[in-house]
């Protein structure tokens, strides 16, 4: 059970939030505020929560195309119209990256346990992070391909990508961007393809957790937990615009640069 001030509720929300499509790690923010705080989270129950929160600020923003995608992939298998062909591929290469993430994510996070919230494993992940985010700028040439060129092995290399991410520090965004991106995949539709792939792995990994929640979860605190969630939508959406606008404008080495001083904060002071 956590005990939250509405403060620390609202200030844990606008983190989760800000970070979450931000390639900076949503995870390692939010175990080192909580640290700050003097707060611990037993098990991944409230992190979740407040992910669930940052999953429907992406449905929000990309709803429009979220339907012309389930449409396309429904319709295609019966009426083989060659319009809807991008989209029904673009569906099952989501469905295998996820897959892929989720089988490889699962097993990581069975493996490391509780190891992986250690302050030093955070600082070391977010230097990676950072290294990675400065490599794909400085070190790859931006490629063109679209989602109609896109093939299983996209799938591959951001779903083990992705995988990663169940590490504090590693970015979930961070990953599949820097992946995409490497694989030549044009700025706009690494962007699209790494938003709309968070959906299904954050939607996963909330019914996974469903009966950690418990009902005592939500009648403990009605007013924190719901400006905690509150703070967290509003605020994936101010992220989501954000990292949009760094990457229309080549600028992934600020994030890397951040990810720098935060590992070093975390390595030496906390």
């Known amino acids: 059970m956590i005990i939250l001030t509405l403060w620390e509720a609202i200030i844990l929300g606008l983190v989760q939030g800000l970070t979450e499509f931000l390639p900076v790690s949503s995870s390692a923010h939010l175990v080192i505020t909580g640290k700050l705080l003097g707060l611990h989270f ?11 929160a940052s999953l429907l600020a992406v449905i929000k923003f990309f709803w429009h195309d979220l339907v012309q995608i389930a449409i396309s992939f429904i319709r295609y298998p019966f009426k083989k119209d060659p319009r809807d062909l991008v989209d029904f591929r673009f569906g099952l290469i989501i469905i295998a990256a996820t897959l892929i993430t989720g089988v490889l994510g699962i097993t990581l996070e069975k493996g490391l346990g509780e190891l992986v919230k250690s302050s ?15 490599a794909v700028e400085k070190m790859h040439r931006y490629g063109s ?14 779903g083990l990508a992705q995988a990663l991410a169940v590490i504090p520090g590693i970015s979930r965004s961070g990953t599949t961007l820097v992946a995409a991106l ?39 605190q009605p007013l924190e937990l719901s400006a905690a969630f509150l703070a967290s939508f509003l605020s994936a959406i101010i992220g989501i615009k954000w990292l949009i606008y ?5 600028k992934l080495t600020y994030f890397a640069y951040y990810v720098f001083l ?8 906390i």
């Open 145 to 158: 391909r679209r989602e109609k060129d896109m093939t299983y092995r996209d799938a591959l290399i951001v």
């Open 262 to 269: 935060v590992g070093i904060v975390t390595w030496v002071y």
């Open 182 to 220: 490497w694989s030549g995949l044009a700025k706009e539709t690494a962007i699209r393809y790494s938003f709309i792939l968070s959906i299904p792995v954050i939607l996963g990994s909330t019914v996974l957790m469903v009966p950690e929640l418990g009902a005592d979860f939500f009648t403990s």
């Open 246 to 250: 760094f990457i229309n404008q080549s």
């Open 120 to 134: 030093r494993v955070i600082a070391i992940s977010l230097f990676v992070t950072g290294f990675f985010l400065i």
């Open 42 to 52: 037993p098990g991944l129950a409230f992190e979740v929560f407040l992910h669930f």
